[in-house]
């Protein structure tokens, strides 16, 4: 069969690969210049700035790319593990080390709450059975009614269904460490408030598999799977836009993809690893699509977006770790305050990475190279970005610098800000959203865009939009989902 790819982040990567070991003839078109879709890289005076996911908690799945294409994982990538996973630090001075190691974690659970190390043990125990149950499903198509009721039972137990931040704090006394056990759903454009408790998992996921980094930042993956993809006979497109997919309106089935310069790419079938509801909206005609309409799209909740500054200090702060978070007073959806219109935000809440701590390569000698997330409401708050980049840069800055980093302003050399208007008009993502549709109880598993069109029947998605979801493992599950569905056919 003849395949196209539309994008090339890690979803499109992991089913083309998986696609071409399947015998088939595989072309990932992709309309920037540098492959990796959200995971861009930037290069300024010798810093090196991963924008997109910065940690690996399920490794196998990228090792798992390498074996069906024959091959060994170690040949391409260098995965070494972190300890701590992160580093979590209040305003109040306390310091949270979240590791992966039994006794240093319940020490220190025990110097926040010795109480809570028993919440704790309740909390991990209910957290693995969902995991052992709903896991397994994050690699199957829930597209049918027979594939719902598969999940049903699990998103209905009362557990699972409450809110994570009420799962939670059921188990959980201690106020900080309840933010600590909540902040997961975050790296998946979450609410804690709003996300089903199913996807406290996560912190299994990471305690059974860790969290590592690939030596060369995340863009060395990216670099990896190219060049995986190029020794297997596979095509890939550069700087090339989808304008729209060919569909043939009698059979409704895809028949190509029509660039932007109006050449045609014939195929028997379509993977959109672009935004689902940019998918649709731009690139299928309303008329074709009876099930996944307008008014359907639009009425979905889409999640929060990102500022990013990436940013190069000439000097080291070894002092802070390679991941950090750092938590503001209040748990809030960081941003709110300048979505309304109101004064910036003084307790800010903020992922910090520092690659440099592991790999000193991605900074000139005696720098480190950095970057600090924000979570931020999507375009659909009506902020105006263009006059609120720079002040909510530099609020940011000045907090970290009296925070944190002291000196901070005097020692950025290189830098770049992202903001929602990136994840729109580079990326197009609706709304700005940085994690597509938002993981809500009735967004979740069959609730979410399904991996197979149900109006085109030859159109399959993967990515961050579709069943399982955002973030890394997600993304590449459902790049595996894809493949099964076409399969050898």
């Known amino acids: ?46 810093f090196t700035f991963d924008a997109g996911p910065s940690f690996i908690t399920a490794p196998w799945l990228i090792q798992e790319l390498f074996d069906v294409a024959g091959q060994r994982t170690a040949d391409y990538i260098t995965l070494v593990p972190l300890e701590p996973f992160y580093t979590v630090r209040f305003e109040d001075g306390s310091i949270f080390r979240y590791s992966g190691l039994g006794e240093r974690f319940a020490r220190e659970i025990r110097r926040f709450e010795p109480s809570d190390i028993h919440g704790y043990i309740r909390l991990r125990t209910a957290t693995g059975k969902m995991f052992e149950s709903s896991f397994p499903l994050t690699e199957r198509a829930l597209t049918t009614v027979s594939d719902a009721a598969r999940i049903l039972p699990e998103l209905l137990r009362p557990r699972a269904y409450q809110s994570v931040a009420g799962f939670v704090n059921e188990c959980i006394r201690d106020e900080r460490l309840r933010r600590v056990f909540s902040a997961h759903t975050r790296f998946i454009g979450g609410d804690p408030l709003r996300t089903p408790a199913l996807y406290t998992m996560l912190q299994t996921l990471e305690q059974r598999w860790g969290v590592w980094f690939a030596m060369g930042g995340t863009g060395a993956i990216v670099r990896a799977l ?9 095509t890939l497109r550069l700087g090339e836009e989808v304008a729209a997919i060919v569909i043939d309106e009698s059979s409704r089935r895809a028949t190509g993809v029509r660039l932007a310069s109006g050449e045609v790419l014939a195929a028997d079938a379509v993977v959109s690893n672009a935004d689902v509801a940019s998918t649709y909206l731009r690139m299928v005609p309303a008329a074709l699509r009876p099930v996944e309409t307008d008014r359907r799209i639009e009425s979905r909740t889409y999640s929060t977006s990102l500022f990013i500054l990436c940013f190069g200090t000439d000097r080291r702060y070894d002092e802070l770790a390679h991941h950090e978070i750092l938590m503001g007073r209040r748990d809030q959806l960081l941003g709110t305050d300048v979505a309304t219109g109101q004064r910036h935000p003084h307790d800010f809440s903020l ?50 610098e009296q925070r944190y980093l002291p000196g901070l302003s005097h020692h ?41 069109s149900p109006d085109i029947r030859n159109l399959f998605f993967v990515g961050a939009g579709t069943h399982p979801g955002a973030g890394l493992p997600a993304v590449l599950s459902s790049s595996k989902i894809a493949a099964q569905l076409i399969g050898g056919a």
């Open 1 to 46: 069969m003849r395949i196209v790819v539309i994008g090339s982040g890690f979803g499109g990567l992991g089913a083309a690969i998986r696609l071409r070991a399947l015998g088939h003839d595989v072309t990932i078109v992709e309309q920037q210049e540098q492959p990796g879709g959200v995971a861009q890289v930037y290069h300024h005076d010798g």
């Open 226 to 234: 190219v060049r995986l993809f190029a020794e297997q006979g596979g």
């Open 351 to 400: 992922y910090l990475h520092r690659p440099t701590a592991t790999d000193r390569s991605l900074a000139p000698d005696g720098c480190d190279s950095w970057y600090v997330m924000s979570t931020v409401p999507n375009l659909r708050a009506g902020t105006d970005w263009a006059a609120t980049a720079g002040p909510y840069r530099d609020a940011i800055v000045h907090y970290l």
């Open 412 to 452: 950025i050399v290189a830098e770049r800000c992202i903001d929602p208007r990136y994840f729109r008009d580079t990326l197009n993502c609706h709304l700005g959203s940085a994690f597509s549709v938002e993981p809500t109880r009735t967004q979740t598993g069959c609730f979410r865009p399904h991996n197979q």
